[in-house]
């Protein structure tokens, strides 16, 4: 049985976020494989005729279901009435894409099984596990995600995930239902902000190979913009999730470890720079102990600070919130890995 027949045993959702896409909207709603169930389209503001396009596919397309916003709110606001929708309406797994037409609907049963066979809770498209597909990213978006990638390590706890901002996700029901929807952003870090919420919940986040389609769309985020905003945002999310996870939900060594850091390094720099700063002003050197200290300080503080960091590697969630659907259905054999069937090659992407 091929992963198709599996998944029309599923009620797969999927929500569009539309934002000035009238040019692209039908081709991505028209190829929406048959196995998706409803189709919910978001469109955030009326600044074109993407609500009317949408209508028009409705009309004979009974699964694809219109939601406008009078006002332009942001694609985490637009997706979160989008997830409510699904939740509505039954929907077992919930799969976000984006309107533009750079994700290719062809690649979303890759997205949905391990989360149907109940291996992971989200789902999220990773382009830098396609060598042959990345280097048609764009150089700037090239480098932004690969520091977005680290930043992002930091403040949701998955060290293992890689390209943050890929909108081309799927969510367990399960999952999305213990969310708190009220906390994800509602503009432009919005899938940085659902990893970290995840993070809380302790879901297993798995990334999955697929590239994207780059054309003549042009992006509606500046680049310098958001890494400014971005990176307080991180260190924020960062900071609570760390009171968090070690202080108030659990106490491990990596609490013990965090506790005795901050103050070793705070102490340690903050006594050196004062001793540097009076020798160079009253020009008598300072002393070898008071060197030693400084330094002893700052080590053993960035050391146990380094020590805390491999702890919470090792602690990334490994038990899925997410109950089986498909195990009912799926023989032995197939249970006892995960499936290992490679995505389709995109017609002229690179080799």
Not at 297 to 306: D, E, F
Not at 307 to 319: C, E, I, K, S
Request: a neutral charge; charged letters at 20%; proline letters at 6%.
């Amino acid at each position: 049985m091929s992963s198709q027949d599996f998944l029309e045993q599923l009620h797969v959702a999927v929500v569009i976020p539309a934002y000035r896409a009238e040019s692209t909207l039908r081709d991505v709603l028209v190829a929406i494989p048959a196995t998706v169930e409803t189709v919910v389209v978001v469109c955030d503001g009326v600044a074109d005729r993407s609500a009317d396009v949408a209508g028009e596919v409705a009309r004979y397309d009974p699964r694809v279901l219109v939601i406008v916003h009078p006002v332009n709110r942001g694609v985490g606001a637009a997706m979160c009435t989008g997830y409510l929708r699904a939740l509505e309406v039954g929907a077992d797994i919930v799969v976000k894409m984006d309107a533009d037409g750079q994700m290719d609907p062809a690649y979303l049963p890759h997205l949905v099984l391990p989360i149907a066979l109940g291996l992971a809770d989200y789902t999220k498209g990773n382009r830098f596990l396609r060598p042959d597909a990345l280097w048609q990213m764009p150089f700037v978006r090239l480098v932004g995600n690969s520091v977005l990638s680290f930043v992002s390590k930091l403040s949701s706890g998955y060290w293992q995930v890689l390209d943050p901002t890929n909108g081309f996700t799927a969510i367990s029901r399960d999952a999305l239902s213990a969310l708190d929807l009220s906390r994800l952003e509602e503009r432009y870090f919005f899938e940085s902000s659902m990893l970290i919420e995840l993070g809380l919940i302790r879901a297993v986040v798995s990334d999955v190979a697929l590239p994207s389609r780059y054309g003549n769309e042009s992006s509606h985020l500046s680049v310098t913009h958001s890494t400014l905003t971005f990176a307080g945002k991180h260190l924020r999310y960062g900071l609570r999730r760390l009171a968090f996870r070690y202080l108030l939900s659990d106490f491990s060594p990596a609490s013990l470890l965090i506790l005795v850091s901050l103050p070793l390094v705070v102490f340690g720099v903050a006594f050196g720079v004062q001793h540097w700063i009076r020798s160079i002003i009253e020009g008598v050197a300072a002393t070898a102990g008071t060197v030693m200290l400084a330094a002893f300080s700052t080590a053993a503080g960035v050391y146990c600070l380094l020590q805390a960091l491999v702890y919470d590697m090792l602690g990334v969630p490994q038990r899925p919130l997410t109950l089986p659907r498909l195990r009912r259905l799926m023989p032995v054999d197939m249970l006892a890995a995960p499936p290992t069937e490679r995505p389709p090659r995109l017609a002229g992407s690179a080799r």
